[in-house]
């Protein structure tokens, strides 16, 4: 049963444009949502996260928005560009209603590649 | 160090055989996670402490697993009689503390494969 859902495998979009990707979960108590960004060889790298109590976080090129009723996150990247291109893995977590571990539950990532 | 740092950064051992994986959280972190990522697949949950016990260990794929967390800082997980299955990439990770919805930050990871 997967929680986490990122149904696009693969992403390509031009360099200067906007990057969307989407995430899906089924879990209702999912409270705090992150994105990761992963290069080959190396460990996921944390970019932005929200909680549950907001609809939206902006960090530089980078927001997050998320629709509680529809149990749907996207990220948006404005503007794109090549160095973007890597896997973007969305992850959830329950916090205290774990039990306090927060541990992450991670979606099957979507590969992006922004091209010159 | 600034990161957290995992070794060794590749391990190849024959079936059967035990590893023994190794992580240093960031200095100061009081929780710390030890993920697995298969092939093609999104990171999986193995195992959170929060100092040195382990309150979480719903993750474990089998008793062949465990691991164990000293002072507070190192966390060593080691898997016996190992399985051609347990092939993966093996990550852990930090966080500041548990219940305030802090970022948990990743290490390269440990890849394993068994012959």
């Known amino acids: 049963d997967q929680q986490v859902k990122q149904n696009s495998p693969s992403l390509s979009v031009q360099e200067g444009r906007i990057s969307i990707l989407n995430c899906d979960y089924t879990n209702s108590m999912f409270d705090y949502f992150l994105w990761y960004k992963k290069y080959p060889a190396e460990g996921p790298t944390f970019l932005i996260s929200?909680?549950?109590?907001?609809d939206k976080n902006e960090d530089g090129r980078f927001t997050v928005f998320l629709n509680k009723s529809a149990k749907h996150l996207s990220l948006h990247i404005v503007p794109s560009q090549p160095g973007d291109s890597a896997v973007y893995f969305c992850a959830a977590s329950a916090g205290h209603a774990q039990g306090g571990s927060e541990k992450l539950v991670f979606g099957k990532g979507t590969k992006l590649t922004v091209n010159p | 160090g600034a990161g957290v740092s995992q070794s060794p950064s590749n391990k190849v051992t024959e079936k059967g055989k035990d590893v023994e994986l190794r992580c240093d959280p960031i200095?100061?972190?009081?929780?710390l996670y030890w993920y697995r990522q298969s092939l093609g697949q999104g990171l999986e949950f193995l195992i959170y402490?929060?100092?040195?016990?382990?309150?979480?260990k719903s993750g474990l794929p089998s008793d062949r697993f465990s691991a164990e967390r000293t002072g507070g800082s190192v966390s060593t997980l080691t898997i016996q009689r190992t399985q051609q299955e347990d092939s993966a990439v093996y990550l852990c990770?930090?966080?500041?503390?548990?219940?305030?919805?802090?970022?948990?930050?990743f290490g390269d990871g440990t890849r394993l494969s068994i012959l």
């Open positions: 200095s100061g972190h009081t929780a």
């Open positions: 990770a930090s966080s500041l503390r548990p219940g305030s919805n802090q970022p948990q930050h």
């Open positions: 402490f929060q100092g040195n016990s382990a309150p979480d």
């Open positions: 929200i909680s549950s109590i907001k």
